[in-house]
């Protein structure tokens, strides 16, 4: 009867022991375990968080798939723009410069307005041409009423031909004196207009 609990015993303990050596080979197993790549890679990966931490957040990327497309190209660079044609604007009158009536830069079409020179000695002027002129004018046609009367009064011989040959050469002069005057105008006009700078050449910049 002895012998026969003393089996029972040793029975009951290799269970215990072979199911605690089962438990312990199992929880080994299934515990996760570092491959020595990884290892020896954390202390890097842990420097490069504290190397990021210090340069700034990390930028976000996006996955995406690869396509074939057009990329625009840029360049970037310092020089110095030179225009292929170039023309000088000078004024062709002196004055004084009132006005600008354009920016650096500005795209201008021909007959544009750019510069005004002070018109008022030009404007002066073309006053003075033209009622010179005026003048003249109404010099010429009493000239030519008393011209048309000695024609009449030498046939009755109450002016001499003298006089009429006289009278014909005032009217002559006169009418001189007024192409000078027109043309006297003229000039005038030209320089009042010269006053104004304007563009010659279209789809230019200024």
């Known amino acids: 009867m002895k012998g026969s609990n003393t089996f029972r015993w040793a029975i009951a303990i290799g269970v215990v022991a072979a199911a ?5 080979w199992h929880s080994r197993s299934e515990s996760p375990t570092a491959a020595p790549g990884v290892a020896a890679q954390a202390p890097h990966t842990a ?3 504290r190397r990021g931490m210090r340069d ?3 930028a976000p990327v996006q996955a995406a798939t690869a396509t074939t ?9 310092l020089g110095t723009v030179t225009a292929a044609n170039t023309v000088t604007v000078r004024s062709r009158v002196d004055g004084q410069l009132i006005a600008l009536h354009f920016q650096e ?6 007959g544009d307005l750019l510069a005004q020179i002070d018109p008022s000695q030009f404007k002066v002027a073309l006053a003075q041409a ?17 011209l048309a009367r000695y024609q009449q ?3 009755t011989n109450l002016v001499s031909r003298q006089e009429l040959d006289a009278q014909q050469a ?3 002069e006169t009418q001189g004196t007024i192409k000078a005057d027109e043309a006297n105008v003229a000039s005038a006009q030209l320089q009042l207009d010269w006053s104004r700078i304007t563009a010659r050449s279209r789809d230019a910049w200024v």
């Open 56 to 58: 700034g957040p990390l």
């Open 47 to 49: 420097a490069a968080g």
């Open 20 to 24: 605690a050596a089962f438990w312990f």
């Open 105 to 110: 830069g500005q795209q201008v079409n021909a």
């Open 153 to 155: 009064l030498v046939k």
């Open 130 to 146: 033209q009622g010179q002129l005026a003048k003249d004018n109404a010099t010429l046609a009493n000239a030519r009423r008393d």
């Open 170 to 172: 005032l009217v002559n």
């Open 69 to 77: 497309q057009a990329v625009p190209r840029y360049l970037s660079g």
